[in-house]
């Protein structure tokens, strides 16, 4: 997928929020990033990923779940792990991936203004 950021490319360490002109090579790397979160099931595969057991899956614990095709699964899961968002690990003829819990923070804080980072709410 064109546009989508790579493991490689990380997201821009400046954030659009932070009252300083993102650069447009940052500003297209975070919006490559953001396609990748901007579709419902990969949304889903991200939650289904995060909450099984040991907070991994392969293709075979999600297609089921989500309702969709062994490739369909297979192709969502690629622009995640081409963005960074999951790691793969393969063990014999199965694919297992996790969510790299260090890029969706990053993505996090780049979206929070900065006076809001560091303090939360109390409920």
Do not use: C, N
Not at 46 to 71: F, K, N, R, W, Y
Not at 81 to 88: C, H, I, S, V
Not at 89 to 99: C, M, P, T
Request: hydrophobic share 40%; charged share 25%; no cysteine.
């Amino acid at each position: 997928m064109e546009g989508v950021g790579t493991a490689t490319t990380a997201t821009p360490a400046i954030s659009p929020l932070a009252g300083d002109p993102i650069e447009r090579a940052d500003a297209e790397r975070l919006a490559g990033v953001l396609k990748a979160f901007a579709d419902p099931a990969r949304l889903q595969l991200l939650s289904l990923i995060q909450s099984a057991p040991e907070s991994e899956a392969s293709v075979s614990d999600l297609t089921a779940p989500l309702g969709l095709s062994q490739p369909t699964v297979s192709h969502h899961l690629r622009i995640l792990t081409e963005a960074g968002l999951l790691e793969r690990e393969k063990r014999g003829v199965w694919a297992y991936y996790r969510l790299v819990p260090s890029a969706i923070a990053a993505i996090a804080d780049l979206l929070t203004p900065p006076r809001k980072r560091g303090t939360k709410r109390a409920r």
